[in-house]
């Protein structure tokens, strides 16, 4: 079955960097639109950045200039690189596929900032 696993959370101060990445399993990433969402507790699931497959790049306001999602397709895998990171970026970041017919995501890689 289809698969996509993140890693890279982890607690940072405030300034710091992460970089999360996000394996597909038995999907081709390369070929289909990806996208980083976010959840805080309490808050709803939001997009963060994606990708689409000719490799353009959208991002939220909040995060732009600061974050950069890109995508390795000899790994199979999507990054989300985060830099100056602030305490309202803390909340659970999920991968998601979009094929146009099928949505997946992944479990999910917790990212606390502290102050």
């Known amino acids: 079955q289809v698969q996509l696993v993140e890693s890279g959370g982890g607690l940072v101060q405030a300034g710091g960097s992460l970089r999360l990445s996000c394996v597909g399993s038995?999907?081709?990433?390369?070929?289909?639109?990806m996208d980083w969402y976010r959840q805080a507790p309490g808050k709803q699931r939001e997009m963060v950045a994606g990708i689409s497959r000719g490799g353009g790049t959208n991002y939220a306001d909040s995060v732009k200039g600061r974050f950069t999602i890109s995508r390795d397709n000899f790994q199979n895998t999507v990054y989300l690189q985060m830099n100056s990171l602030k305490p309202e970026d803390t909340a659970a970041y999920y991968c998601?596929?979009?094929?146009?017919?099928?949505?997946?995501w992944g479990q999910g890689t917790q990212v606390t900032v502290s102050s």
């Open positions: 998601h596929a979009n094929t146009g017919l099928l949505h997946y």
């Open positions: 038995r999907i081709t990433l390369s070929r289909i639109a």
